[in-house]
Structures are given as structure tokens and as C-alpha cells.
């Protein structure tokens, strides 16, 4: 189902995770991301590539984003996850539309 917002499809797509920790999560505990990178235990090139919105957040590294936030994992694959259905709805519609909806008796 379709994201909504106020019985109406949501034309944004849900933010980032990566979004949320650069802009949010890192200022609020005082972290640079050379900082974050070591206590994660992941390359710095690895968190900025999450950071800017190129690569997803996996369920290891909300595993280990989980621990240092101290929010355990699932908020950060529910996040990614939200971002990467509304994508795919997007990305799949026409086809989509031509598979037919069977349903168990």
C-alpha cells in the first residue's frame, strides 16, 4: 500500500535514513562522521556513502547504527525500507497494473 498522507498519496518520497543521521542524529551527538565511522566500526567512505543518500542502510548497519543510537535496529530498516517500497511502487506501476490479483478461497 501506498504511502498517504491525509487520504491522499504521498508525492515525496519518504527521507533517507542516511538524511536523518547526517542532519539530525550526528549534530545531536556531538559526532563527526570521522567519529561515528570508528565508534560503528565501518570506513568513513561507508558512512558517507550513506550519509549522502547513495547507498542503503543494511541490516548490519542498522545493527550497528541501532546500538550507538541506542533505538535498536528495526527503526533504521523500517526507514529504508519505507523509502525503498515507495521507489519500487513508483519504478514497477505499469507493470504492475498487468499482473492479475488472484486471491486463496
Not at 44 to 58: C, D, K, N, P
Request: hydrophobic letters at 45%.
Amino acid at each position: 500500500m501506498p504511502n498517504t498522507e491525509i487520504g491522499r498519496v504521498s508525492q515525496l518520497p519518504p527521507t533517507h535514513p542516511g538524511e536523518i543521521l547526517r542532519e539530525d542524529v550526528l549534530p545531536e551527538l556531538r559526532l563527526t562522521v570521522t567519529d561515528a565511522a570508528v565508534k560503528l566500526g565501518v570506513s568513513r567512505q561507508t558512512l558517507h556513502r550513506i550519509l549522502s543518500g547513495e547507498a542503503a542502510v543494511t541490516a548490519e548497519m542498522a545493527v550497528r547504527l541501532g546500538k550507538l543510537c541506542g533505538n535498536g535496529p528495526r527503526l533504521w530498516l523500517n526507514m529504508q525500507q519505507a523509502r525503498d517500497l515507495w521507489h519500487a511502487e513508483r519504478a514497477l506501476a505499469d507493470q504492475v497494473a498487468n499482473i492479475p490479483n488472484l486471491r486463496l478461497a
